[in-house]
């Protein structure tokens, strides 16, 4: 990790710290709908996802694009997984050769490189995700030996180094552990892992794992416990897993929890956690969140992959601000396709769009806030 983006992440870590007021909003009604206009900051990206900016600088997570070293199923897997440094218009890779699971026809519907953030003590880190149910039950291995063994993990680096270092094995975790109990999977399907958004948090990163259902601190030292297994809820007579996908530490220092819930539209929700206690249903009424972010005011926006609460093929998301009374305020611009990472820097978002496109298709959009 260059200079250049090792600042950067300095600088997001202290801006984060630097957000004042309190998060008070609760579940309210739908709100409003507007349709401000989306900026391209940058195209070229191979399957963007969670970022991070100060000022007019991205840092991001590409899930890449598989390749040809193995296939399980109809994925396989390359070293095609970086990650990015943006400018306006410009995209450096500043770490390259993570490993990446792509469609075998396309490359597209990645999972590789998730997310990115900076401990409280500079180290840099990468989350890697990984093919849920390719996790070994018994032993917690992913499926892919010596050609991936990054996947499922959280990877750090020692400045000015770019060769990662293995952290916190997830799978392994799950399976030792499984904090869910299983509640709500399929027979078989009991032990998953699917690392996919994580946060500096105290000493170390809280990480979601949404294959688990669980959130995660892990701490200096590497050791993993659990802060929070998320619950089930029922829908149409139905058991539905959280499955959660992005945590962020909300300006109160409790830690807010967005899920995936995939089953329709409208069922998502966003916890509160505070350690010791029992997850809170802070706001409800989304649809597929895959990330989350506060803006200056410490309102919190959370960011859609679809309106239409359909995986395939990638459609129209939206970012949801809920503001102070409870009230949305709903978002949905042209162009804004498939996103999968927002964060806020001054009065813009910046938000990785077109995320499970075929390789180059990725874009950074920017969107002013209102």
């Not at 989350?127 to 050609?147: D, E, I, K, R």
């Amino acid at each position: 990790m260059n200079l250049k983006a090792r600042a950067l992440l300095v600088s997001a870590a202290v801006a984060t710290l630097l957000v004042s007021g309190s998060a008070t909003a609760q579940a309210g009604p739908r709100g409003t709908t507007s349709t401000p206009q989306l900026t391209v900051f940058a195209t070229g990206l191979n399957q963007p996802r969670h970022l991070i900016a100060v000022g007019n600088q991205v840092v991001v997570a590409e899930a890449g694009t598989g390749g040809n070293l193995q296939c399980v199923g109809t994925k396989c897997l390359g070293r095609t997984g970086s990650v990015a440094y943006v400018t306006s218009g410009q995209v450096q890779r500043i770490v390259q050769n993570l490993p990446s699971l792509g469609n075998a026809a396309d490359g597209a519907y990645g999972v590789g490189p998730a997310d990115i953030a900076l401990s409280s003590n500079g180290t840099p880190a990468v989350l890697m995700s990984n093919l849920a149910s390719g996790v070994n039950p018994v032993t917690g291995a992913n499926p892919f030996g010596a050609n991936g063994p990054e996947m499922g993990r959280l990877l750090t680096f020692t400045y000015p180094s770019t060769t990662p270092q293995l952290g916190a094995d997830f799978g392994v975790y799950e399976v030792t552990n499984n904090p869910d109990g299983g509640a709500g999977a399929p027979t078989g399907a009991e032990k998953e892992s699917n690392p996919y958004g994580m946060t500096a948090y105290g000493d170390g990163f809280a990480v979601v794992d949404t294959g688990a259902n669980s959130l995660l601190w892990v701490r200096a030292n590497g050791t993993v416990q659990t802060l929070a297994a998320l619950p089930t809820k029922t829908i149409g007579g139905q058991v539905v897993q959280s499955a959660p996908t992005a945590v962020e530490v909300g300006p109160d220092g409790a830690l807010y929890v967005a899920e995936l819930s995939p089953s329709g539209t409208g069922t998502a929700r966003v916890y509160r956690v505070v350690p010791g206690q029992a997850p809170t249903v802070y706001a409800d009424g989304f649809t597929l969140l895959i990330d989350l972010a506060f803006d200056a005011q410490g309102r919190l926006l959370t960011l859609s992959m679809a309106q239409n609460g359909a995986f395939f093929p990638p459609s129209q998301g939206e970012v949801v601000r809920v503001e102070k009374n409870g009230t949305k305020t709903r978002w949905a611009p042209t162009g804004l396709i498939a996103p999968s990472g927002i964060a806020v820097s001054g009065n813009k978002a910046y938000i990785s769009n077109k995320g499970v496109a075929s390789p180059g298709g990725g874009e950074i959009v920017r969107l002013t806030l209102p």
